[in-house]
């Protein structure tokens, strides 16, 4: 392409395209924009840990730890401040334990701000962790045998 | 990652609900079926979890002069089987990518065991998976993945080809089929509870 050519052809271009774009005029589908949850989280990841990036104690949250709500009725009033995730957190795992990978997928955040988030929650005392068995003791004969077991009966 | 020192306080024995999980690794080539095999054993809604992961820790010469992404997202497809009350059986298919063998290493620690679904039509997608799980003595299982329309093999051809120890069980399954899954996940557990 000739220099020439190129300059003749970018000048006039944006203000001759500028009077059809009608703000008002509805989207054809493939220009349409992002909305609700499709452009991303509102508050920045960061913001829900406070910049934090790893829990205060580290290697308590592997993704089979399990994780449940302690019952609040036993100690009225202790919640401290926390944010919505804190609360979502704590109610999908009130009924009944379930893992930290669980519970990034139900709340859907990485797992590694759900482990921020539940470092807060364990450090008000508000949900009690059972981290997997160590590789060391595993595997225990009646463990195994119980799993054989389980899976036979499935 | 875990602590050196194993906290009793939390540990599975002093457990106030008598809650344990276990976790078993879903392995192989891309397309060999392990999202599959993962939703037919699972009694939950297959489900996806997302691991952030920072860049920082590479060499910096990966990053200079580029505005380069700082942190990447793994995404692991896992599902949960409940054997009994109390006793839950996490699978978690390992994310494909080769790049991510530091997510393997977390995922690996502590499971049970592995199974490397083979695709024969690409016996060699599954090449690493196996290096990997026998470098790190987890024991696991060959599951060849017959897909429709491919030539049947015989598990001693498949197990000849990867050069596999002659302990290591090869079986032949369909990942679609939930009995299939389960026969596999019953043979891995009886050859790790066979290699204590």
Known sequence: MSESMSIEDAAPEPLAALPATDPFELRPPEEDRWFDAEAGPLVRLFSMTRGRVRPVEDGLFDLISLIRAVDQTERPGAEPAMGPEHHALLALCRDEPLSVAELGSYTDLPVSVVRVLLGDLHEAELISVVRPVPLAQLPDERLLRDVINGLRAL | ?196
């Open chain 2, 1 to 196: 990652m875990a602590s050196v020192h194993s906290d009793l306080s939390v540990s599975a024995a002093a457990s106030p609900w008598g809650a344990v999980a276990l976790k078993i690794l879903v392995a192989g080539g891309f397309g060999a079926g392990k999202t599959t095999l993962v939703g037919a054993l699972s009694e939950i809604r297959p489900l996806r979890t997302e691991e952030q992961l920072s860049e920082l820790g590479r060499p910096l010469d990966d990053t200079s002069g580029v505005e380069a992404k700082r942190t990447t997202t793994v995404a692991m497809d896992f599902g949960r089987i409940d054997l009994r009350p109390g006793l839950a059986l996490y699978l978690f298919g390992t994310p494909g990518q080769d790049r991510f063998w530091f997510v393997w290493d977390e995922l690996a620690q502590g499971a049970l065991g592995a199974v490397v679904l083979a695709d024969t039509r690409r016996l060699s997608d599954c090449f690493p998976s196996v290096d990997f799980f026998e470098q790190r003595g987890i024991p696991f299982v060959i599951a060849v993945n017959c897909f429709e329309g491919t030539e049947a093999y015989a598990p001693d051809d498949v197990r000849e080809a990867l050069d596999l120890d002659p302990g290591v069980p090869v079986l032949l399954c369909d990942a679609r089929r939930r009995e299939d899954g389960r026969e596999l996940l019953i043979q891995l557990v009886e050859h790790a509870a066979a290699r204590r």
